[in-house]
């Protein structure tokens, strides 16, 4: 059964950091392209980053682009966002999937003072 289940979320001030495990069952991660999506309240969920079955085969929303970096540690079968210099914005509930992985819990990011 494919899964990804989503942690480290919580509360961080303005220029704070986090960093957001996604550790996955079921499949290798080294074989699929794994994304991170976020949803905003009161808003559409979009896609954030995404890395391919090569660690150089990355991409970024314009928004976060030089802020957040996503990673891939294959023998522990996790994906990781590090999201440095947070801003209010980017306060969302954040989610991992592949193409075929059904969506998960998410965990929540609070940016706020």
């Known amino acids: 059964q494919v899964q990804l289940v989503e942690s480290g979320g919580g509360l961080v001030q303005p220029g704070g950091s986090l960093r957001l495990s996604c550790a996955a069952s079921?499949?290798?991660?080294?074989?699929?392209?794994l994304r991170w999506y976020r949803q905003a309240p009161g808003k559409e969920r979009e896609l954030v980053a995404s890395i391919g079955t090569s660690d150089s085969s990355t991409t970024y929303a314009d928004s976060v682009k030089g802020r957040f970096t996503i990673s891939r540690e294959n023998d522990k079968n996790t994906v990781y966002l590090q999201m440095n210099s947070l801003k209010p914005e980017d306060t969302a509930v954040y989610y991992c999937?592949?193409?075929?992985?059904?969506w998960g819990q998410g965990t929540q990011v609070t940016v706020s003072s």
């Open positions: 079921g499949f290798p991660i080294s074989s699929s392209i």
């Open positions: 999937k592949n193409s075929i992985s059904p």
